[in-house]
């Protein structure tokens, strides 16, 4: 069974940082590509970055030079480094896998992280 688990989410005034993490069980981690999404509250979930299982890395426009997505295979663990925050960014963040980009999201998402940023 695979389980997702987010953590690191808070309230950070705006031009702060958070790194966010995301624990994945039951899949062959480094095998996988692992992507960060977020959703707002009204909004539809937006996929905001992306990690390949080569390291390759994409991101939504509005996060590029902000956000850097990143992943430790020997901890099983994908991050999220958010620097700069922008009261936009708040939102619930979720992550999810997949066998390749274009497969993601594969599974059931977790609780997600509850991300607040003021301004």
């Known amino acids: 069974q695979v389980q997702l688990v987010e953590s690191g989410g808070g309230l950070v005034q705006a031009g702060g940082s958070l790194r966010l993490s995301c624990a994945a069980s039951g899949i062959i981690f480094s095998t996988y590509a692992m992507g960060w999404y977020r959703q707002a509250p009204g909004n539809q979930r937006e996929l905001v970055a992306t990690i390949t299982s080569g390291d390759s890395t994409n991101y939504i426009d509005s996060v590029k030079g902000r956000f850097t997505i990143s992943r430790n295979n020997a901890k099983n663990t994908v991050y999220l480094q958010m620097n700069s925050l922008k009261p936009d960014d708040t939102a619930v963040y979720y992550c999810?896998?997949?066998?390749?980009?274009?497969?993601?999201?594969?599974?059931?998402w977790g609780q997600g992280t509850q991300v607040t940023v003021s301004s």
């Open positions: 999810n896998a997949g066998p390749n980009i274009a497969t993601m999201p594969r599974f059931v």
